[in-house]
T-cell receptor
Framework: RKEVEQDPGPFNVPEGATVAFNCTYS??????FFWYRQDCRKEPKLLMS???SGNEDGRFTAQLNRASQYISLLIRDSKLSDSATYLC????????????FGKGTRLSVIA | ETGVTQSPTHLIKTRGQQVTLRCSSQ?????VSWYQQALGQGPQFIFQ???????GRGNFPPRFSGLQFPNYSSELNVNALELDDSALYLC????????????FGPGTRLTVT
């Protein structure tokens, strides 16, 4: 099983739609979780951290389910500018690798 | 802007050659991590430097090596380049006390022919 797994997509949604991405991770000892956004041919940028109680930042909501080892990202009222690849990122508590990235889920928001 | 800079932006090399990539960390950040991102993949951790010493390494062969300088800038060196080394190389800086909050530079796109 891969350390961090995501559906690669693409998810093609109309403007204004709500879209959700899920991610599963294999290391139950992981403590920190993040969603990064990566635009085409650009560097990843931290979108939000994911907390156990769930957290919201404007149109974005992140949830963590430790028992099932999955993380979700919900985007409401999608904008054209939300089109990007969303990377699920998990800390690796053992060894020296600080962060493990998923392959990303590609989102295209269509007018 | 995160303040992390990388050079060069693009590079083309041939198999067997050696390459050096450079990174300047964000002001105040003392930890630098390097990642390799192949097309369609997520970034893969290569290694991390803190206080001029390697502070963690991913599953990459010894021909990938690095340095960190007293001003926290860093270099990634790759010897004996292979075609599969073609990728976007990303540098990320952070504080050692907040090593998971990483800020990425724009990357160097390396093509090996």
């Amino acid at each position: 099983r891969k350390e961090v797994e995501q559906d690669p997509g693409p998810f093609n949604v109309p403007e204004g739609a709500t879209v959700a991405f899920n991610c599963t991770y294999s290391n139950s000892a992981s403590q920190s979780f993040f969603w990064y956004r990566q635009d085409c041919r650009k560097e990843p940028k931290l979108l939000m951290s994911v907390y156990s109680s769930g957290n919201e930042d404007g149109r974005f909501t992140a949830q963590l389910n430790r028992a099932s080892q999955y993380i979700s990202l919900l985007i409401r009222d999608s904008k054209l500018s939300d089109s990007a690849t969303y990377l699920c990122v998990v800390s690796a508590p053992s060894g020296n690798t600080p962060l493990v990235f998923g392959k990303g889920t590609r989102l295209s928001v269509i007018a | 802007e995160t303040g992390v800079t990388q050079s060069p932006t693009h590079l083309i090399k041939t198999r067997g050659q050696q390459v050096t990539l450079r990174c300047s960390s964000q002001s105040g950040h003392n930890t630098v991590s390097w990642y390799q991102q192949a097309l369609g993949q997520g970034p893969q951790f290569i290694f991390q430097y803190y206080r001029e010493e390697e502070n963690g390494r991913g599953n990459f062969p010894p021909r990938f090596s690095g340095l960190q300088f007293p001003n926290y800038s860093s270099e990634l060196n790759v010897n004996a380049l292979e075609l599969d080394d073609s990728a976007l190389y990303l540098c990320a800086s952070s504080l050692e006390t907040a090593k998971y909050e990483q800020y990425f530079g724009p990357g160097t796109r390396l093509t090996v022919t």
